[in-house]
Structure formats: C-alpha cells, structure tokens
C-alpha cells in the first residue's frame, strides 16, 4: 500500500501508561506512473513518551518529514503500524497539534483571529473562545498585537501566532516540522527559548523535525540521527542529558553541549555526506 492521504478520524483514548506516540517498524512508499515505487522510509521504530521532547535529524531528503506526516495521520504507513497513548491512530491524530515550516496564518484574519480558528470548530461560546485566544498571544509575548493582520507583523511575530494558534487546542502531541528554520539567528534563538518555557509548563510530548544539530540538542531530551535516503532508517539514538531549564545560547558554550554535538556529528555526517554523494551523481545523470 503507497502512502496516500487518509480519511479524518481519530486514535481511541488508549493507556495512560503508554507512550504518546510511538511508531512501530515503520515503511512509506510512494508510487507514480510508469515508474518503480519510491521507499521514503523503512523500518523505523520511535516512540516518544508523555513530557518528552525528541528530536529528528537528517540528511536532505531522508523522510523527516514523511515521519511527523505518518505521526500526524496525514499518511498511512505502507508497513508497521502508528499508535497514540497505546491505541492503533486510524486517520487523523486528534490528540496532535502541527506546526509547520511555512506561514499558514489567514491573511485576512487578524493575529488573534488566526489563533482561535481551531477552537471555533469546537462550538465554544464566543467569549470562551475570545478570552482564550488573548490568553494565548499573551503566553507567546503578543499581548496588545490581536488586531494586527499577518502583514502587520514581523517574521518571528507570525510564528508565534501559528505556535499560539498550535497550543490554544491544548493537544497532547505536539508535531513540529522546522518551524523556526525561515526566521534570523536571533529571532530563532528567542523562538527556541520561548518555547522551551512553554513546554516546560505544559510538558506535552513534542516530535521535533530539524536540519540544524545544534537546535535539536539545545531543545530535546533525546535526538535520533536518520540515514540517507532512500529507505531511511533510525542510524543513532543520543540521550540530551543537559540540565533543565536551559537557554539556548548560552547552553552552546557548555563542555558537555560540545562533547554531544561531536559524537552526534560523527554518526551524522556520513549519513549527509552520502546523500550529498546521490545528489551530485543524479544532477550528472
């Protein structure tokens, strides 16, 4: 079976003693005309732990992506299986928010607008819903910017407002696919921190999809190095044992930042020195 998009649905409550998500020996393949089908990813198996923040690293094209798409229910695996809180995910996860590369705020809808449009499709009263849009800019520093329209606001501020937007729904799995990667270095370092003090309040389980190493050792509790592509596989697994809370600059400059990133990269850099190998040989034909 190719991994095709499924119809909405949901994962059953499950047990409390499970994890919040777990992928089990997982493949996706994808078929086109006239041509073999194309295996994204194979034999993977993660699970991420209620509170815990996992990371995922990899070279260009090793299925990053199609993994927070099969957590997300937006694909099917083609083998394996996706569980939530232990029960079998058959179409959409509803107990996951998904936070995306790309801006996907309305830009007709202004800032607090963009960030209860998940909650009016529960029928709350408008009140309810009003008072806890406000609440959540306010968390992520926008206080006083709810009338702003997208093209009011700056790079870093839209974000927020997605984040917001993401949070607001109080999922219990929150997927994340570089969300940051658009934004400065200094905007994406407050970015960063503010979202490790929200996690930190809420500790919900967080899949987070990053091409910068740095990022995903200075967020995570665990980071997992994927191979190149195709038919990518789980390569490493590093436990991040650096102390909690943590500021992402300054957890850059510590000795023990600096021993994980060096044996992280090691296992890291054959993976994208291959796949930068299969690109030059296919742009040569």
């Known amino acids: 079976m190719s991994g095709t998009a499924t119809p909405v649905g949901a994962a059953t409550p499950g047990r409390a003693d499970a994890a919040a998500l777990a992928l089990i020996d997982v493949a996706c393949r994808f078929a086109a005309a006239g041509k073999p089908a194309y295996t994204a990813v194979a034999g993977i198996s993660l699970a991420v732990?209620?509170?815990e923040f996992v990371s995922v690293v990899g070279p260009t094209g090793c299925g990053k992506s199609t993994l927070l798409n099969l957590a997300a229910g937006l694909l099917r695996p083609s083998a394996g299986s996706v569980q939530v809180f232990g029960s079998p995910l058959h179409g959409i996860n509803a107990?996951?928010?998904y936070l995306l590369q790309s801006d996907t705020l309305m830009p007709w809808r202004t800032a607090l607008q963009n960030t209860v449009v998940g909650l009016e499709y529960r029928g709350l009263p408008k009140q309810q819903i009003a008072a806890q849009g406000r609440e959540w800019l306010a968390r992520v520093g926008l206080a006083g910017f709810g009338d702003r329209y997208p093209h009011q606001l700056s790079g870093g501020m839209r974000k927020r407002v997605a984040l917001a937007q993401t949070l607001a729904l109080e999922p219990d799995i929150i997927l994340m696919d570089e969300p940051f990667s658009a934004l400065d270095v200094q905007t994406r370092q407050l970015m960063e921190n503010e979202l490790l003090?929200?996690?930190q309040a809420?500790?919900?389980a967080v899949l987070f999809i990053t091409h910068d190493l740095d990022e995903a050792i200075a967020l995570s509790d665990r980071v997992i190095v994927l191979s190149a592509g195709p038919a990518s596989h789980a390569v490493g697994e590093f436990d991040i044992d650096l102390a909690?809370?943590?500021d992402v600059a300054d957890i850059r400059a510590s000795a023990r930042f600096v021993?994980?990133?060096?044996?992280?990269?090691s296992c890291l850099r054959?993976?994208?020195l291959k796949s930068y190998a299969q690109q030059r040989a296919a742009a040569h034909g």
């Open 49 to 51: 732990q209620p509170g």
């Open 95 to 97: 107990r996951a928010g």
């Open 197 to 199: 003090a929200l996690w």
């Open 202 to 204: 809420r500790r919900k």
């Open 244 to 246: 909690r809370p943590r």
């Open 259 to 265: 021993d994980l990133h060096a044996r992280i990269w």
């Open 270 to 272: 054959d993976e994208v």
